[in-house]
C-alpha cells in the first residue's frame, strides 16, 4: 500500500515530468540562434585559486547538505565532499587543455570526483557508486550490487546528439569524439557563414573550426574546445549532484518508471542546466566565467 505522504504518479507528473520533457523538447528544436556565442559579451575570467576554491566548496557543501538532510553528521562528509570537489577541479583544469591524450582521462577524473560527492552524501565509501559517462551512454558501476556494472542510455544527451547529427550546418568530429568521449561536432564554414564560436548542448559540443574565411586562428579554435569541455563536466557534476538523486526518489513513484530507471538516465538535470541558462545573462553566468577562465589559461 503507498504511504499517503507521497506524492501521487499524478502530481510527479504535473510537476517534475512534464517539465523535463518540455526542457528535452527544447534541446531538440534548439537551432543556432540559440547557440550562437559569438556575439555575446565575453565574461570576465577569476582567479585560478578561487575556481579552486569555489569548486572544493562547492563539493562539501554538497555532501554536507545530504547529510543534513538525512539529520545526520556533516563533518566527515564535508571533507570527502571537498576531496571530490578538489578531482573535478583538476579534470576541468585538464579538459581545459584540450589534449586529445589527456581529454577522456579528464572527463573520467571529473566522474569520479562528482560520484565520490554523491556517495559522501548518501554515507557510502566514495567510490562505491561511480557513473562514467561516455558519449549518449554511462557506465554506471556498483561495487555491493549483484550486477556490478549497468550501462544507461543518458536520454538527454542522446536528444542531443541525434538533433546534432540532422544539422547540416555542422558534420561530426570522429577523432574528438572517440579520444575526448564528448560528441564533438564542426561547424561548416565553408561558404556558409556562421555566428557559432562553440556551443554546448547537454554533453554534445559544436565549434569552429580554424579557418581564414572565418578569420578563426587555430589557438583560438583549440581554446574553444577547451571552453566547452568544461562545460560538459559542469553538466557532468550536476547529473551527480541533483539529477541522479531526483531520478532515484521519483523514477520509482511513476508508472513504470523502475524499468524506465534500469536502463536509462531520463535527465531530470536538463531542465535545471536550461533554467540556469534562461535566468541568468550570459557574461554573468558563474559556469561561463568559470569556462572562460580556464580556456585562457
Aim: glycine share 8%; net charge positive; with cysteine.
Amino acid at each position: 500500500m503507498r504511504s499517503s505522504a507521497l506524492p501521487s504518479p499524478f502530481v510527479i507528473e504535473a510537476i517534475v515530468v512534464k517539465p523535463v520533457l518540455t526542457a528535452l523538447l527544447l534541446i531538440v528544436l534548439c537551432h543556432d540562434a540559440c547557440l550562437a556565442q559569438g556575439t555575446f559579451a565575453e565574461p570576465k575570467p577569476v582567479s585560478t585559486g578561487v575556481i579552486l576554491g569555489v569548486n572544493t566548496a562547492i563539493g562539501a557543501a554538497t555532501a554536507a547538505i545530504g547529510r543534513a538532510m538525512e539529520k545526520k553528521p556533516i563533518g566527515l562528509a564535508a571533507a570527502k565532499g571537498a576531496g571530490g570537489g578538489l578531482m573535478i577541479f583538476g579534470a576541468k583544469l585538464l579538459v581545459s587543455r584540450n589534449n586529445d591524450a589527456t581529454n577522456l582521462i579528464a572527463r573520467s577524473l571529473g566522474a569520479f570526483g562528482s560520484s565520490a560527492i554523491l556517495n559522501s552524501a548518501r554515507d557510502r565509501p566514495m567510490f562505491e557508486q561511480v557513473a562514467i559517462p561516455y558519449g549518449p551512454v554511462r557506465i554506471h558501476v556498483d561495487m555491493k550490487s549483484a550486477v556490478r556494472v549497468r550501462l544507461k542510455l543518458d536520454l538527454a544527451a542522446t536528444i542531443s546528439t541525434v538533433r546534432a547529427f540532422n544539422d547540416e550546418s555542422i558534420s561530426f568530429d570522429k577523432s574528438r569524439s572517440v579520444l575526448s568521449g564528448v560528441m564533438t561536432f564542426r561547424a561548416d564554414t565553408v561558404g556558409k557563414p556562421t555566428q557559432i564560436s562553440g556551443m554546448h548542448r547537454a554533453t554534445v559540443v559544436a565549434f569552429r573550426p580554424a579557418s581564414r574565411h572565418q578569420s578563426v586562428l587555430p589557438s583560438q579554435a583549440e581554446r574553444t574546445i577547451g571552453h566547452e569541455f568544461v562545460h560538459v563536466l559542469q553538466y557532468d557534476f550536476l547529473f551527480n549532484a541533483l539529477g541522479a538523486p531526483a531520478e532515484d526518489k521519483i523514477m520509482p513513484l511513476i508508472p513504470g518508471g523502475r524499468t524506465i530507471h534500469r536502463f536509462i538516465d531520463v535527465g531530470f538535470h536538463a531542465a535545471i542546466w536550461a533554467a540556469m541558462n534562461a535566468s541568468v545573462p550570459y557574461s554573468s553566468r558563474p559556469w561561463e566565467r568559470e569556462a572562460a577562465s580556464f580556456a585562457k589559461h
